[in-house]
Antibody, heavy 122, light 107 residues
Framework: EVQLLESGGGLVQPGGSLRLSCAAS????????MSWVRQAPGKGLEWVSA????????YYADSVKGRFTISRDNSKNTLYLQMNSLRAEDTAIYYC???????????????WGQGTLVTVSS | DIQMTQSPSSLSASVGDRVTITCRAS??????LAWYQQKPEKAPKSLIY???TLQSGVPSRFSGSGSGTDFTLTISSLQPEDFATYYC?????????FGGGTKVEIK
């Protein structure tokens, strides 16, 4: 059974940093691309970042480029999101998402974690 | 970036109704479109990929169609458990982008 368990969310002041983690199990982690998707309170879904199975290729939304860094440790089956220079508008539930594969045709998400809440406020 | 526009943003329907949600891409995305269902306080769930292929375990009352720029999600006979918000997502090109969502409410 595929499981994605996010952690690391919490309250942080504007300009601060936070690192999210996602522990994955139930599949061969290194064979799948992964993404982070966020949802601000009462709003829709926003894709944040993606990383290839090997970790060699990363992609970012313009809204977080230069501030967030996605990475993975395939030996630990864990996905990360380092968030720096946080702003109030980064307040959201952050979901760890498994892609259906590692190619362009499988970039859609087949499993989602339950999410971790990040609140940016003074 | 490819913009995804869903309509309507919300709708009211009764159990047993046929419901159609549309999604339009700002440029052609072939069939690289997915649909997700989200219930309140829950993570989204994958329903359809490649515009028309149902994920394993998704009831056959759900169907998807379209290619290029225009897509539809149809629920043939709305059930009580289908009241939720539905999102389309293009995965033709990074950045991946979602539609704004369609909330299906009980009439």
């Amino acid at each position: 059974e595929v499981q994605l368990l996010e952690s690391g969310g919490g309250l942080v002041q504007p300009g601060g940093s936070l690192r999210l983690s996602c522990a994955a199990s139930g599949f061969t982690f290194s064979s799948y691309a992964m993404s982070w998707v966020r949802q601000a309170p009462g709003k829709g879904l926003e894709w944040v970042s993606a990383i290839s199975g090997s970790g060699d290729n990363t992609y970012y939304a313009d809204s977080v480029k230069g501030r967030f860094t996605i990475s993975r440790d395939n030996s630990k089956n864990t996905l990360y999101l380092q968030m720096n220079s946080l702003r109030a508008e980064d307040t959201a539930i952050y979901y760890c998402v498994k892609h259906a594969g590692s190619t362009m045709t499988t970039r859609y998400s087949d499993y989602w974690g339950q999410g971790t809440l990040v609140t940016v406020s003074s | 970036d490819i913009q995804m526009t869903q309509s309507p943003s919300s709708l009211s329907a009764s159990v047993g109704d046929r419901v159609t949600i549309t999604c339009r891409a700002s440029q052609g995305i072939s069939s690289w479109l997915a649909w997700y269902q989200q219930k309140p306080e829950k993570a989204p769930k994958s329903l359809i990929y490649a515009a028309s292929t149902l994920q394993s375990g998704v009831p056959s009352r759900f169907s998807g169609s379209g290619s290029g720029t225009d897509f539809t999600l149809t629920i043939s006979s709305l059930q009580p458990e289908d009241f939720a918000t539905y999102y389309c997502q293009q995965y033709n090109t990074y950045p991946l982008t979602f539609g704004g969502g369609t909330k299906v409410e009980i009439k």
